[in-house]
Each structure stands twice: as structure tokens, then as C-alpha cells.
């Protein structure tokens, strides 16, 4: 679901809050393959998009995210 919402937001060029979101995903270790290769994909196309230090930045502030928190924020915005 959250690479999801990384995909429409990299689509509407938030490509900041979209490698966000996907570091956020790929930080498990325990991820799905094809999770993995979605978020992979989103997150090589959205730090294409940003420089080096934003991106380092963006993926850094997505790992140290709470997922329950983060989840909920994307879902309470849709129930919206």
C-alpha cells in the first residue's frame, strides 16, 4: 500500500516525500521481493530527480520514520 502512495507522489513530483516513503519501506529486512523491487524502482526515480545531499537527507529522515505513524497519516488522509 505505501509503495503505492511513494508512486503517486513521485507522480505528482514530491519526489522528496516519495524516497521518504520508500526508505521507510525498504528498511526491514524482512521486506517482500516484489515489494522490494516497487519501492527500489520508485526510489531510484525519485532520487533521480533530487541532488545527492536531499537525497541522502530524504532517505536518512525515511528509515528513522515510524511506520504505524506513517501509515496512519497516509490512510487518514484518504478517509478524508
Known sequence: VLTGFAQLV???????????????????????????ERATAVAEAARARL???????????????????VAAAYLGKTAA
Open 10 to 36: 513521485l507522480a505528482e513530483d514530491r519526489a522528496e516525500e516519495a524516497l521518504r516513503l520508500t526508505a521507510l519501506i525498504l528498511a526491514p529486512p524482512a521486506c517482500y521481493s516484489e515489494t522490494r
Open 51 to 69: 541532488s545527492p545531499d536531499a537525497a541522502e537527507a530524504c532517505e536518512r529522515d525515511g528509515r528513522a520514520a515510524d511506520l504505524s505513524t
